[in-house]
């Protein structure tokens, strides 16, 4: 089969959003206001790379799955020294009325200045009452926020969305590194959100990590609860933690940990010393919640780049997407750590259910999954009971509890004892090509660990694309409660997992060449030595979400 057509347009996705064309990277100002979600993002109008000419591209949405673009909200102009050479990430906050700033949606976002400096500015949407909010106004006085002293000129970005205190001062953070190679979120208050003094004390910061940027911070409901809660909600007897996200640069993975702010300082209750846990074990990067009024929620996006060669990307037009909008709360078993799962919206998408329960998967003999479904463009869920533990692997302590290089060395074509088991998605008939998401059980000293992948090693023909094998341990206890449940959104080059109901999520970016012929097949898979039971196998095809 040839392998040469990467610029197919059936690698683009269906219900995962992306521009009609050219480069798209950070998720920008996600907000709902005046009837619509409100989407932003990092965008290239001249073409399917990175470059100097970046703007501030906008959608708009009633659902969150079905999207009409809006004009460019803004864009560098040789009018304004503050951002000639960059509109850069940013957040939105909506400011309610007052009488020190101005009501309704804003903007702060990094711009290059005419010294290339990185600055922070601030824009305005010009008519609140436009349900689109198609003009933005960047005002003279910017920057609102200078470069602070001793930090290098491009090490100073990605405000957050603001949040109001008790003493009635606004505060964001911003991403920056110190000169000693301290990652930092340094904290800036307000009065009228025009006019901010830089706190003494940092919001937060790390040892040795390099920059941190497009830093987010917003209060969760410590009860388990799936309500979100608006950024300046203040403490109370059941909301006193805190969720500070951050993308670290230079291991271009998000990280997260949950915690308390006391006198302007965030501290983490776990993690101390480190960046924390990541959110997405997988292609994942730069994202932004922001809080849902209408569902009383609180929604993720993240940038999802391409695993393929510039060249490629020039050759397709396109790169970069987005994951489906993920709800976010806090496990309410007191591990802090955050619960993802796709919004119920996109399961408007699905068509032609195939459905079977109580199924053995007996070893090395996959199990197809007929039927009239496109596998690939489906939504799977498949919830597994383990029958006996006892055959589990034993943990060997030289793996150091380092997730993706266990699951490099126990890929799924590896046999063990307890897995892999999982699902083989976009696989060719033979078999010669699929990615497989699968879990893996071991025995450690006083404990069994379950460790969940995404091995890509054989997802395509292709020898020019990544074949990155992803990992992470799901925070379970599968010895007493012996099943786990698996949901897989496969999308043409994207493959988005959520393992144990949203404990662990991992998205790989593939380029399988059978799909090419439409040769796309689905697989529940088991190379354990030990049967593992289906207990219940749902799968849809999900039919193309509209952007126009």
Known sequence: MATSSIASPKYRTAFHFQPIKNWMNDPNGPMYYNGYYHFFYQYNPNGPEWSENIVWAHSVSLDLVNWSIVKDAFFSTQDHPFDINGCWSGSATILPDGDVYRPGPVMLYTGLDNDKRQVQNIAFAKNISDPMLEEWDKPDYNPIIDLPTGIQPDC????????????GYWRIGVGSVEEDHTGVIFLYKSKDFVHWTKSEKPLFSVDDIGILECPDFFPVSRDGSKEGLDTSSLNGDSVNDYVLKVSIYELNIDV?????CENDVYIPNDHKGSAGLRIDFGKFYASKSFFDPKMKRRILWAWVNEECSSTDNIAKGWAGIQIVPRLIWLDETGHHRLIQWPIKEIESLRRNEISFQNLDIIPQTPFEIKGLINTSQADVEVEFEIPNLEDAEEYDPSWSMDPQKICSLR?????????????LVLAS???EEYTAVFFRIFKAKDKYLTLMCSDQSKSSLRTEVSKTVYGGFVNIDIENTPKISLRTLIDHSVVESFGAGGRTCITSRVYPTSILTDNIHLFVFNNGTKSVRVVDFKAWEMANARID
Not at 156 to 167: V, Y
Not at 256 to 260: E, L, P, R
Not at 411 to 423: D, E, I, K, Q
């Open 256 to 260: 997260y940990t949950v915690g308390k």
């Open 429 to 431: 008939d033979n078999r």
């Open 411 to 423: 890929n799924a074509s590896v046999s063990g004892g307890v897995g892999p088991f999982g699902l």
């Open 156 to 167: 100073f970005r990605d405000p957050s969305t603001g949040w109001i205190g008790e003493d």
